[in-house]
């Protein structure tokens, strides 16, 4: 048997226990072309959330009483397919369960000993690649230009602000503790951070920000999104990654529109989600993975331990709790 | 002895006559490399209401009792230029008076016996070039996919929606009357028009636009912008022109926030004035004037007649009068 988390309600607002159910149901056997997986670490993600709605969007939402998914790695213990070996370390979307049965052609290899398995979910993964092709595709921030960044200590925005570094460009940093700030500082090498919870953002926003804001990589939406329009230079862009503020909302998300500064200055605002850029991949993957070698770019991650916090891990996100890459360790690798 | 007019009061909310000062003042003479041009015909634009705010905007505020400006066709009555001979018509950026005097590098020639004097200031001007450049650069609709243009009637957008059609798009029109949506759909062949006044503009757009939105060209802002973002379709394209709904706001515009929807669709917002393409304008006005001559290109002209109706024919911009470009006519060509 092994225990296993459904969706039971669609949240109304923000999401708390009562909306997910943990089952036990038996381990299905793996067929012909199918691994069976243990799963290792599950990747908890604010936009999650979103799927939880029974709403039209990019990816079509979870089913109330199915279980829910999101990035895993895992460790095959049973394969009934050529491609893998007992052992061997995947990544897939897979269920928010401890064993997982997966075709071999919707997991892939990786090898850990590159770099830890944990970082195919966080810098090397789809984190990482979400920072990079925000930031390169739409933001091109240019050297000496002025990057801010909401969200700033979190899985994505740890990476955006670092590779904006990386590029030249001068980084300002939005996050919600003094722990985070001092972290973007002292840990990340951003020129400035702002603590979003204790500072009057639009004039902290402007000390920081003298020559005014070229690229704004969005991971919040919100008021602390508002603050920025005032401060956009000509030919601004505007990556829009996330609005993490407006996830829980049970009104309409509603503030100062934004029509009439883009106008006066030009300015560019781009959604986006990581599959449009699936073809590239291999691109991200690479500088990232350089990038680390040469310990340009540093990941955090907060890991917490079990199972039985899968859920913990997950509402956690809306309260801020995390710096970096939010997982869940469920199992250890086994040599 | 000539009329000119100065902008007394920076407006606060809907301009109105108080804002405006007539005077008389003597008629300057041109010196070398200069020329004295009648006015024939004055542009009156919404644009113009945002540069008599004291405002950081792409192009500097008005002064206070100085003279307005913006773009006028006129003809040279006295030439002390090599460039231009008495008689000649000319375009450029110039005062809200019956005589400009300018400097020979400002203005240009043009040919009035290929399209009438007034075009160079609507469909063959900035007003052609601006729907051309945010439809075609930032639009760039492709032919069955939804084109939707606000303020659809008035000088861009009747362009705009001409423009989509030539491209092979299925167009929709927002106007603010039972004559304008007559005029989209009879004259300029738009697939469906919306009378924003007398609709329901979220139900109607849902109902003229079964496939969704792909292209919203904006020039209006406001409610009619909010019921397009829950139609866009992936990877819609908004070219932002203006948002004549909130010049006259004296409050801060407010609305539901935009970045949800961005995410959800991967769409795309896009500032711009059409001073961004002016390394362009020759591709943009060739295009223009073929499709003029080929009769693929319709357009339509509220001429208000007299200089003393130029800030009566500038306010009723803000109530939705006009159909097609708002021109003053000051004076006859003198053959």
Known sequence: MQKQILLKNRPEGTPTHNDFEVVNVPIAKSEAGEVLIKTVYISVDPYLRGRMNDAKSYIPPFQLNEVLTSGVVGQVVESKSSFF???????????????????????????????????????????????YFGLLDIGKPKADETVVVSGAAGAVGSIVGQIAKIKGAYVVGIAGSDEKVKFLLDELGFDEAINYKTQNVKEALKEACPKGIDVYFENVGGE???????????????????????????????????????????????????GNYSSRYSEGAKDLATWLQEGKLKYEETITEGFDQTIDAFLALFEGANIGKSLVKVSNIEK
């Not at 061997?88 to 997966?102: H, M, N, R, T």
């Not at 030919?235 to 407006?246: E, K, M, N």
């Not at 009104?251 to 200055?265: A, E, F, H, S, W």
């Open 224 to 274: 602390i999104s508002d603050a920025i329009f005032p401060l956009l230079n000509n030919f601004a862009r505007i990556p829009v990654c996330g609005a993490i503020s407006s996830y829980n909302n049970e009104q309409v998300d509603v503030g100062p529109r934004v029509q009439g500064y883009l106008i006066k200055t030009s300015s560019l605002m781009q959604g986006f989600t990581i």
């Open 85 to 131: 070996e007992k052992g061997d370390l995947v990544l897939g979307a897979l269920g928010w369960q401890e064993y997982s049965i997966a075709n071999e052609k919707s997991v892939r290899k990786i090898d850990h000993t590159i770099a830890p398995a944990s970082t195919y979910l966080s810098v090397l993964g789809m984190t990482g690649l979400t920072a």
